[in-house]
C-alpha cells in the first residue's frame, strides 16, 4: 500500500464514523430521508459559498453550506405544519427545488473550478490525497483529512456531552419536554451536526454516498441490538468495514471508490437482514414456524386433558378428532414425546404429570395473560414470548 | 379553602391550526387530590396536561405550579405520557427508561449516578417489574410497558404526577397496581391528576374530578359534582350511571 492508498482509507473511515453517529439518531426518529434532503440542497449553499470564498475547503464555506442544510429542515416543517401535505411529500418538494438551483448556478457561473454535477453526485475520493493541507509551508496531509477529522471531533464530543439528552427526546419527546430538556433545541442540535457533516463529507464521496453512509450502517445495526450503545457502536463498526472493504473492491475492479462503498454497505445490510440472530427474516419464518408447532402441540395436550375417554386417547381417532393430517399429527405426537409430557402405551396416549401441569399453566396463561407464573416456560417456547 | 392550591390553570385556550381545543379554562387544583380529568374523545383532555406541562405553547392563558410558572418548577412536577405516544422498539431496556426519571434533577450533560440507578430499580421493585429490568422493551406486554412508566415517574419524586390514560388498554393486574400506587401517593399528600376514560371507576379511584369538553364544565369532589347533570351536559347525551355509596 502507498500512502495515498492508506489516505484514502483513513478519510473514507473517518468519513463513515462522522456519518454514522448522526445516522443513528436519524434512523431511530424515523427520519431517514431528511439526510438525503440535506445532502442534495446544501448545493446551493456550497456554490454560493464558493462564489464568496473561492475556496472549496473554506470553513466558511462549510458553515454557509451547512446553513442551507438547516433552511432545509425548517422549509421541510414548515410546510408540513400547514396539514395540507405529509411530510415525505414536504421533503420530495423542498430539496429539488434548492438542488436545482444549485445545477444551474453550477452551470451558470463554475464551468471552469472542479466543481461538476458528477462529483457533486459521486464525489470524488480518489483525488482527495492531492489536495494537501500546508501549513507554514509543511505538507501536513491531505485538506479533505483534516475537514472531516475536525468534524469528527466536534461530533463526538457533542454525542458524549449531550448523550442522555439525544437519547430521552429521541425515545420521548414529551418526557424530555417536561424534564425541561426541549427538544426543539435538541432537534436542531443534531440537524446542524447532520448538515456538518454532510457538507464535509460531500466534496470526498459526494451526495448519495452520505446518505448511505449515514443510513446504511445504523438501519443494520438496529436489526442487531437492543442497546442503543451498541447500537451506535455496531453502525461504526459496519461504517468503517465497508469504507475499507468497498476501498479494495474499488482497487480490484477499477472502478469508483464511492460507488464501491455503497455496493458493500448494501451486501452487509442484506447479509444481516436474513441472517440477524433475532430479528433477521430466516429467525423470524423459522420463530413462525415454530409457534405454528407449539400451537399444535397445546392443543393436542388440551384435548388429551379433556377426555379421559380410552376411545378419545386412541393414537388413530387422535387423528380423526383433532382432524389433523397425518404428517402434523406425527410431528405433534414426536414433540410431544420428545418433552416427556405424553406417553403412549399399547397405542392410548396419555398424559404425563408434566405434560398435566404444562397444559394447566399454559391455560391459566392464556386466560388470565398473567406473566409472572410462565417465566420459566419462555425459555422453551416461542409461543409465549410477547 | 383551607388547601393550597397545587396548580391554577387561568384563561387557557389552545389551538390546533387555528381550532381552539380548549376554550378559557380556569381550573384550581388543591394539594393532595387524586383527580380524574373526564370527557369525550376529543375534548382536550390530553391537551390540557400538555398545555399546563408547557409541551403545547397556549395562544392564551397562563399556568402555575404552587404559584410559579412552570418552568421554575419541573422538580415538583413528574409526567407519564400515553403509552401510544413512543416507539418501544427503541433499543432500550426497562431499567434505562426508568432511569430516564433521574435525567430532570441531573439538568444538562451530567449522567446518573449508582444513586439514580438505586432509585430506578427501587422504582422497578415498586410496580413489580424488577424482573424485567433487563428486557428490551418491546418484549413487554402492554401492561408492564404501562407500569415502567408509572416507574420512571415515581423515580422523579415529585410533588404533582400528571398522567395521561394509564389504564388504556391494561391488564387487571396492572390496573390494580397503579391506582394502588396512585391511593399511596395521595396518602404521602402527594397531587395526582389522570386523564381517565372508564366512568365506571371514577367513584372508587379518585376523591376529585374535572369534566371537561373544550370548555370546563365542572370541577370538585366526586362525592358533591359525580352526577347524572354534570355528565350529562359533559357527554351530550343523557347519561346515568349508578354511584354506589
Known amino acids: 500500500m502507498n500512502n495515498a492508498q492508506i489516505e484514502i482509507q483513513i478519510i473514507a473511515s473517518l468519513v463513515s464514523i462522522a456519518c454514522a453517529i448522526p445516522g443513528t439518531f436519524l434512523v431511530l426518529r424515523k427520519m431517514a430521508m431528511i439526510s438525503d434532503a440535506i445532502s442534495h440542497s446544501i448545493l446551493p449553499g456550497i456554490v454560493i459559498g464558493f462564489f464568496l470564498t473561492q475556496d472549496l475547503n473554506s470553513p466558511i464555506l462549510i458553515l454557509f453550506a451547512a446553513f442551507t442544510g438547516i433552511i432545509t429542515v425548517v422549509l421541510v416543517e414548515y410546510i408540513q405544519k400547514t396539514g395540507l401535505v405529509k411530510e415525505d411529500t414536504a421533503i420530495g418538494l423542498v430539496f429539488p427545488a434548492l438542488f436545482s438551483i444549485g445545477v444551474i448556478l453550477i452551470a451558470k457561473n463554475a464551468n471552469d473550478v472542479h466543481l461538476d454535477v458528477d462529483a457533486v453526485l459521486l464525489g470524488e475520493l480518489a483525488f482527495a490525497p492531492f489536495d494537501r493541507l500546508l501549513i507554514l509551508g509543511t505538507d501536513v496531509g491531505p485538506k479533505a483529512l483534516w475537514i472531516i477529522g475536525v468534524i469528527l471531533f466536534i461530533t463526538i464530543t457533542l454525542l458524549i456531552a449531550f448523550f442522555k439528552e439525544l437519547k430521552v427526546s429521541t425515545f420521548d419527546a414529551g418526557l424530555a419536554a417536561s424534564l425541561g430538556f426541549s427538544p426543539a433545541i435538541i432537534h436542531y442540535g443534531l440537524m446542524s451536526v447532520a448538515s456538518v457533516t454532510t457538507v464535509g463529507a460531500f466534496d470526498a464521496v459526494g451526495a448519495i454516498l452520505v446518505v448511505a453512509l449515514m443510513i446504511a450502517p445504523a438501519a443494520t445495526a438496529y436489526l442487531l441490538t437492543t442497546d442503543l450503545k451498541k447500537m451506535l457502536a455496531l453502525a461504526i463498526g459496519f461504517g468503517v468495514l465497508s469504507a475499507i472493504s468497498g476501498y479494495w473492491f474499488a482497487h480490484w475492479l477499477d472502478a469508483s471508490i464511492a460507488g464501491s462503498i455503497t455496493t458493500?454497505?448494501?451486501?452487509?445490510?442484506?447479509?444481516?437482514?436474513?441472517?440477524?440472530?433475532?430479528?433477521?427474516?430466516?429467525?423470524?419464518?423459522?420463530?413462525?414456524?415454530?409457534?405454528?408447532?407449539?400451537?399444535?402441540?397445546?392443543?393436542?395436550?388440551?384435548?388429551?386433558?379433556?377426555?379421559?375417554?380410552?376411545?378419545?386417547?386412541?393414537?388413530?381417532?387422535l387423528r380423526e378428532h383433532i382432524n389433523w393430517q397425518r404428517v402434523r399429527a406425527k410431528a405433534v405426537l414426536e414433540l410431544a414425546l420428545k418433552n416427556n409430557m405424553i406417553v403412549v402405551d399399547k397405542n392410548i396416549v396419555s398424559l404425563t404429570k408434566k405434560g398435566d401441569t404444562f397444559t394447566s399453566k399454559a391455560i391459566d396463561y392464556i386466560i388470565t395473560n398473567r406473566d409472572a407464573q410462565i417465566e420459566d416456560m419462555k425459555d422453551d417456547f416461542f409461543l409465549f414470548r410477547g | 379553602m383551607d388547601k393550597n392550591i397545587a396548580v391554577k390553570v387561568d384563561d387557557l385556550t389552545v389551538a390546533y391550526n387555528y381550532k381552539p381545543v380548549l376554550w378559557d379554562i380556569d381550573l384550581e387544583i388543591p394539594e393532595g387530590v387524586l383527580m380524574a380529568i373526564v370527557g369525550p374523545n376529543g375534548a382536550g383532555k390530553s391537551t390540557l396536561i400538555k398545555a399546563i406541562l408547557g409541551i403545547l405553547k397556549p395562544i392564551a392563558g397562563s399556568v402555575s405550579i404552587y404559584g410559579k410558572p412552570y418552568k421554575k418548577q419541573l422538580q415538583l412536577v413528574a409526567y407519564v405520557p400515553q403509552k401510544g405516544s413512543v416507539d418501544w422498539d427503541f433499543p432500550t431496556t426497562a431499567l434505562d427508561v426508568v432511569m430516564m426519571g433521574t435525567y430532570g434533577s441531573l439538568g444538562w450533560i451530567k449522567r446518573p449516578r449508582q444513586k439514580d440507578k438505586k432509585a430506578a430499580l427501587e422504582a422497578l421493585e415498586k410496580v413489580g417489574m424488577l424482573a424485567f429490568k433487563g428486557r428490551q422493551i418491546s418484549q413487554l406486554s402492554g401492561g408492564q410497558q404501562q407500569r415502567i412508566f408509572l416507574a420512571r415517574a415515581l423515580v422523579q419524586n415529585a410533588s404533582i404526577y400528571f398522567m395521561?390514560?394509564?389504564?388504556?388498554?391494561?391488564?387487571?393486574?396492572?390496573?390494580?397496581?397503579?391506582?394502588?400506587?396512585?391511593?399511596?401517593?395521595?396518602?404521602?399528600?402527594?397531587?395526582v391528576i389522570v386523564v381517565h376514560h372508564d366512568l365506571q371507576t371514577v367513584p372508587e379511584y379518585f376523591d376529585w374530578v374535572t369534566f371537561l369538553n373544550v370548555k370546563k364544565i365542572a370541577t370538585g369532589p366526586v362525592k358533591d359534582i359525580f352526577n347524572d347533570d354534570n355528565l350529562t351536559k359533559t357527554y351530550g347525551i343523557n347519561y346515568k350511571v349508578s354511584i354506589q355509596e
Open chain 1, 264 to 317: 458493500m454497505l448494501g451486501l452487509i445490510f442484506l447479509f444481516v437482514y436474513l441472517f440477524a440472530p433475532s430479528k433477521g427474516v430466516i429467525a423470524v419464518l423459522y420463530r413462525e414456524k415454530q409457534q405454528r408447532a407449539e400451537v399444535s402441540l397445546l392443543t393436542f395436550l388440551l384435548h388429551l386433558k379433556n377426555h379421559t375417554e380410552l376411545e378419545e386417547r386412541h393414537v388413530n381417532h
Open chain 2, 164 to 191: 395521561d390514560e394509564p389504564f388504556q388498554g391494561v391488564d387487571a393486574t396492572t390496573e390494580i397496581t397503579i391506582i394502588n400506587i396512585l391511593k399511596e401517593l395521595r396518602k404521602a399528600g402527594k397531587t
